[in-house]
C-alpha cells in the first residue's frame, strides 16, 4: 500500500529561525511529488511539483527536494505569514493523489 | 479567474437528513475532484470525473454517497441518509488533464459538514 508519513506532526520556529519539513513515502512508480499549503478554514494551495530525485524548487523563502525516498520542504529565515499546514502527496498513476497528515508549521515573532 | 467555488461553507444537519454539497470548478478544467478531509484521516479522494464521466469512485465510503456532474462547470455530491460519523471537511479540487496533473489540483475553500 503507497504511503506518505510527514515529520514532524507540528513545528514551533521563531521568526528568522530556518528548518525543514519531512515527507518519507513508499510507492511504486512515483510520477511526481507536490507540495501544498493550507491555511486554516481553506483548500490546499500548490505551492511545488517535483519529479525526479536531485530536482529542487524555490518559491520565496520555500525551497523543495526530492531524493528517491523523501522529499524536505526547507524554509529559510521564517516570517509569521509562513505559518500554515504544509501537505505533501504523491501521484503514482496519473491522477491519484495520496496526501501526507501535514506538518503544522508555527512562526512566533 | 474565481477559482473552484464551493457551496454552502458551511452546513448543520440532523442525523438521517439528506445532505447536497455543490461545487464549480474553474472554467476550462476538465478533471474535477471529491476530497474528503478528518483530523483522522488526511486527505482523502472520494471520487474523480474526467471530461465530466465518473472515471474511479472507489473512495466513496459507501452506496449513502453519491456524485454527479450533468455538465463541465456543475458537479454535486449527495449524502443520504447523513450520519455523525460523516462530519467532515469535504472539498471539490479541478485540474487540466494533459496526460498528468502537472500543476497539481485547485482546491475550492471546502464545505464544514456536521451531522448532528
Known amino acids: 500500500e503507497d504511503q506518505v508519513t510527514q515529520s514532524p506532526e507540528a513545528l514551533r520556529l521563531q521568526e528568522g529561525e530556518s528548518s525543514s519539513l519531512n515527507c518519507s513515502y513508499t510507492v511504486s512508480g512515483l510520477r511526481g511529488l507536490f507540495w501544498y499549503r493550507q491555511d486554516p478554514g481553506k483548500g490546499p494551495e500548490f505551492l511545488f511539483t517535483l519529479y525526479s530525485a536531485g530536482e529542487e524548487k524555490e518559491k520565496e523563502r520555500l525551497k523543495a527536494t526530492l531524493t528517491k525516498k523523501e522529499s524536505f520542504l526547507h524554509i529559510t529565515a521564517p516570517k509569521p505569514e509562513d505559518s500554515a499546514t504544509y501537505l505533501c502527496a504523491v501521484v503514482v498513476g496519473s491522477y491519484q493523489l495520496t496526501f501526507g497528515k501535514g506538518t503544522k508549521l508555527s512562526v512566533i515573532p | 479567474d474565481a477559482g473552484v467555488i464551493q457551496s454552502p461553507r458551511h452546513e448543520v444537519t440532523e442525523m438521517g437528513q439528506e445532505v447536497t454539497l455543490r461545487c464549480k470548478p474553474i472554467s476550462g478544467h476538465n478533471s474535477l475532484f471529491w476530497y474528503r478531509q478528518t483530523m483522522m484521516r488526511g486527505l482523502e479522494l472520494l471520487i474523480y470525473?474526467?471530461?465530466?464521466?465518473?472515471?474511479?469512485d472507489s473512495g466513496m465510503p459507501e452506496d449513502r454517497f453519491s456524485a454527479k456532474m450533468p455538465n463541465a462547470s456543475f458537479s454535486t455530491l449527495k449524502i443520504q441518509p447523513s450520519e455523525p460519523r460523516d462530519s467532515a471537511v469535504y472539498f471539490c479540487?479541478?485540474?487540466?488533464?494533459?496526460?498528468?496533473?502537472?500543476?497539481?489540483?485547485?482546491f475550492g475553500s471546502g464545505t464544514r459538514l456536521t451531522v448532528v
Open positions: 470525473f474526467n471530461n465530466n464521466v465518473p472515471i474511479d
Open positions: 479540487a479541478s485540474s487540466l488533464d494533459m496526460g498528468f496533473h502537472l500543476y497539481g489540483y485547485t
